[in-house]
């Protein structure tokens, strides 16, 4: 598998303590071969080698000792047994590799059972459209902040730029130094997918946004033999059919992996603290710097610089509509 890190992405906190889990340690499986899970389907996973001998296609069981133990697309892990991917052969999963990076989202914000979305990913695609959906801004703001969170590089991907131009959302984004890249059907009813598939080759990205965006029609333009289900937006409601109902990762062309998700209807964040949250508004944080001490950062809250600095322009042009996506996600008191 080849991956391209680039050090000029946003990454703006690096190795954050405690937020990789521990190594399972476990006997060495002299045997074992390695390979990276790309579907879960109900307690059975597939898993690709990444032996160089091509990606010939697994499907495993986890050993019993891991039997409590998450595995997520994209999770390397190490198979033992029958690997040779013969028809009903099934091999076993003996270890989770160390996680570069694990993406997590809650039920809800006080919920704190965690969803785990998927592992080792470099690259969040965020995807929203231009409407039909209409985008939720506040969705992207937490999904920013889980990618944030997570140490994953965001990217913004804006479809259905055919139905509307992107500009109101690259307006809101422009200060928070995020990337954003656009993609739309052409005419000839392809979509515009180069400056996506430039973006993403040599990574391992995920896509995630609510239903009907066009995840799974992006997936389809950049691997061909992807064939994932697409389905349409209901006229009445503005909202997707939840199409996909599970995630499932595809090999790029030149390298590098997409997992497709199915679409999230919300993004809690209650496994994020409060400093990661200020942290995650990046054209915001600086103000705070000048907060006084335990300061709410709430609409009111006496002192707080923030109101000024988006007043004066410090945040750029979305400055007030981040503004309250920040103070929707900062609990009330201090
Ligand atoms: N006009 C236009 N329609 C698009 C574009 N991309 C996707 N669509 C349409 O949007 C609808 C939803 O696309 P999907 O790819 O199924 O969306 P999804 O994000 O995978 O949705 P879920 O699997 O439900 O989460 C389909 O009817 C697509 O044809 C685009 O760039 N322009
Ligand atoms: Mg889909
Ligand atoms: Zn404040």
Not at 33 to 46: E, I, N, W
Not at 79 to 107: N, Y
Request: glycine residues 10%.
């Amino acid at each position: 598998m080849t991956r391209v890190y680039r050090d000029e992405d946003y990454r703006p906190r690096p190795n954050k303590r405690g937020s990789r889990p521990r190594t399972k340690n476990r006997p060495n499986h002299d045997a074992a071969v390695d390979g990276l899970v790309t579907a879960v389907d109900r307690g059975r996973y597939r898993v690709a080698l990444t032996d160089g001998s091509g990606t010939g296609s697994i499907t495993a069981v986890r050993a019993s000792h891991l039997r409590k133990d998450a595995v997520v697309p994209g999770d390397i892990v190490k198979l033992v047994g029958d690997t040779s991917g013969g028809k009903d052969t099934l091999a076993r999963l003996v270890e989770i590799t160390e996680r570069r990076t694990l993406l997590r989202r809650s039920a809800d914000d006080t919920d704190p059972t965690e969803r785990v979305i998927v592992a080792n990913v470099d690259v969040m695609g965020i995807v929203t459209a231009t409407e039909d959906p209409e985008p939720s801004f506040g969705l992207i703001d937490r999904a920013l902040t889980a990618a944030f969170d997570a140490d994953v590089t965001p990217l913004l991907i804006v479809t259905k730029t055919d139905l509307r131009p992107a500009d109101d959302i690259v307006e809101r984004f422009s200060a928070t130094g995020v990337e954003i890249i656009s993609s739309g059907l052409q005419p000839d009813g392809t979509l515009t997918d180069a400056p996506v598939f430039d973006r993403l080759r040599g990574h391992l990205s995920v896509l995630v946004g609510h239903s009907g965006v066009g995840k799974s029609t992006l997936m389809n333009a950049l691997v061909p033999r992807a064939h994932r289900a697409t389905g349409h937006v209901n006229d009445v409601t503005g909202r997707g059919r939840h199409t996909s109902s599970s995630a499932i990762c595809l090999p790029l062309d030149g390298g590098g992996w997409l997992v497709d998700t199915p679409g999230v209807r919300s993004f809690g964040l209650a496994h994020v603290d409060r400093e990661t949250l200020i942290s995650a508004f990046p054209e915001l944080v600086e103000a705070t710097a000048d907060c006084p001490r335990g300061c709410t950062h709430q609409a009111g809250a006496p002192g707080c610089r923030l109101d000024a600095w988006v007043a004066e322009g410090q945040a750029g042009p979305g400055g007030v509509s981040r503004l309250e996506s920040l103070r929707r996600l900062l609990p009330k008191t201090g």
